[in-house]
């Protein structure tokens, strides 16, 4: 496979995390569209990284990685305690949440 192809999906599946991260108002589905962009990167560093015979885009997709899950982490948390304070996980609602 050639580069543009990885490349054409890495943007394609970053589009679709931009649009739900704008579009969607659900705590989760944002946090979902969130990892989804962080694989387009990660599809980009390992692209380029076999493009150039170097192994550094597979390492840094690894500490990617390994940022995505502490994310993942801390934004479960924050919506797990929306859902617990407002019984709803709508990310328009926590403005309502302030002092």
């Known amino acids: 496979?050639?580069?543009n192809q990885f490349l054409f999906l890495a943007a394609i599946l970053f589009c679709t995390g931009v649009y739900?991260?704008?579009?969607?108002?659900n705590g989760v589905m944002v946090l979902m569209?969130?990892?989804l962009m962080l694989n387009a990167v990660n599809i980009n560093l390992v692209a380029f990284g076999a493009y150039r015979h170097d192994i550094t885009g597979q390492v840094f997709a690894l500490f990617v990685i390994a940022i995505a899950?502490?994310?993942?982490g801390v934004g479960l948390a924050l919506v797990l305690m929306l859902y617990r304070n407002r019984r709803s996980i709508d990310v328009d609602?926590?403005?309502?949440?302030?002092g």
């Open 1 to 3: 496979m050639l580069l």
């Open 20 to 25: 739900g991260v704008l579009a969607r108002r």
């Open 33 to 35: 569209s969130v990892e």
């Open 69 to 72: 899950a502490a994310e993942v």
């Open 93 to 98: 609602d926590v403005d309502l949440m302030k």
